[in-house]
């Protein structure tokens, strides 16, 4: 197995990109690839003694950064990491490719280098979701690949995150739930609706809908949902536990007695902040592509690089790729629902 | 002018509704009606020991459940306090109806007894979130009273929620943003993209997207979006929030030192508690109804329900209905978009 890991993207690369991989490396017997510049990549080695033989270097001159657009930044730079490493993974050259770079040409980059597995509408980005039960963690997708959804998208979402999290997490039938503006059924507007049908008669542990408080308290494996709302129920968490934990540091600075406090307090703060740090769960999928993609928050480091390796290990081994390419040739549930020959695929 | 207040809405009613009527009686000239069982509420005002002259009581003997299906429960209960209420308010026997009882069911009797106002396509629910800004909270619209929205409702709860937060916090030109899925222009759905240029047009403060993320961190006046993400975002930072203090609470009392810290940093931890505590902000409006209708958070208590008869003084003294009917018919920008004489408001 070859481990492609973008050694240019996010805010701490290349030195904690190549940190992590040499953390990884020393665990297990894969190949880590790193991608980027040769030079720079090797003098990061370098820095980390590193002496092992399984990670190599791909030379990639160029980097998309979060400001370009991302179809054209990709139709432009060909020599960059992400489309050089999209075109390793599609002739296989690589197995999985890992980046923190930016989303939204990582996902371009996926849909005009890789293309749409058979059946999938639309590929979905997902996101781990921190949670209070003892899975400590719920996968929610899509994140805002899609924001112009359908039923059909949701309810694919569906299948893919039961596939990937049995295969992550090896959770045997992972309950799924549609984020809705209710718990009780028939809540919603007219796509989730519909979508709540779709999963209903789907072959998933589908378990009705759950509404936007109740997420983070757990109870289930999957969270489904359009790319609008899920991309607006992800960042706004974020935001609150932000501004919350903001306020903890902030107010817990202020005056003797307070500091005091939070000091004989701060191995229990650690452990809450621990629990809501978004960035500690690893990479998250793009889903429905004819390859495996990892996505990586940009300020990952060491320890999330670490962490999103280990996790591509189980995403490969288990191929989910080709998992989801059979449920959906089996299961599909869309007979009827064709359009535009939209299930086809991309070549 | 006559507040009339549903004695019977709520977790904690009829004693906390009473206690907060009987707290913020004392402070205003206005007079607060309650309505409920005559003698329940006689027996808790007696137990508050009440002496003035400006509460009122009318009775009503039923009551409108959470469980209940709200058009259902409208039709059916003639005699619940949010029925009378709405009831009193059309006939003008009352300028404001608090209530911290089920919102469907208060929607649903704002519409099929007051009606919407000649120009407003539909209602909207409001609530205020808090905020890290000097304003202390912003405005949200739609929460979730039109899950299929259109673009023109949207824009219409730039233009209600401009004129409510004016009134009730004296801002000359309340800054809007629209919450979408990243803050350039151009972003979003087809729903949001046309929402953005209407309000572009309007004649109210309109300053572009905000994600998730920010609406936190304040910086703007009201957020305004569609009923369904709004839900989606409100409950969603509401369990962020409930969950990352409930952890506080849980692991700063497991062992002695860290129980000591809690202690040490008590007057902090609540301080940040109340900033993020959503029933602090007291009542948010249905905005659009012939008249004016003030929400509760059901868990309201003493505190809750006198922030609320505070906020709904200025509600009424700078007659928002009258402004808000005003504004749209003459800037209603929806020229060249009526359909089916939607916009004809209710007889």
Redesign the interface.
Known sequence: MKILIDGMGGDYAPQEIVKGAVKAAGEIDETIVILGPEDRIREQLDACRWKGNNIEIVNATEVISNDETPAMAVRRKKDSTIVKGMNMIKNGEGDVLISGGSTGALLSAGLVVLGRLKGIRRPAIAAWFPA?DEGGSTLLLDC?AN??AKPEYVYQNGIMGSIFVRAIKGIESPSVKL?N?GAEDGK???L?KEAFRMLSEADINFNGNI???????GGCDVVVTD???G??????????????????KK??T??V??K??????????K??RN??DYSDVGGAPILGLKGAVLKMHGNSQETEVYYAIHKAVPYVKNDVTGMIAEAVRHNDGLAGKKENSEDEGDK
Chains 1, 2 share one sequence.
């Open positions: 209070l805002g924001v112009e984020l503006i919603g507007d007219e989730h509404e936007g408080r109740d997420v983070v308290f790319g609008f709302s991309n607006i129920f992800l960042k706004s968490s974020e935001g609150m536990s932000l501004a919350i934990m903001g306020q903890f107010k817990l202020e005056g007695i307070a005091a406090g939070a000091m004989l307090a701060y191995s229990k703060i452990e809450i629990v809501f």
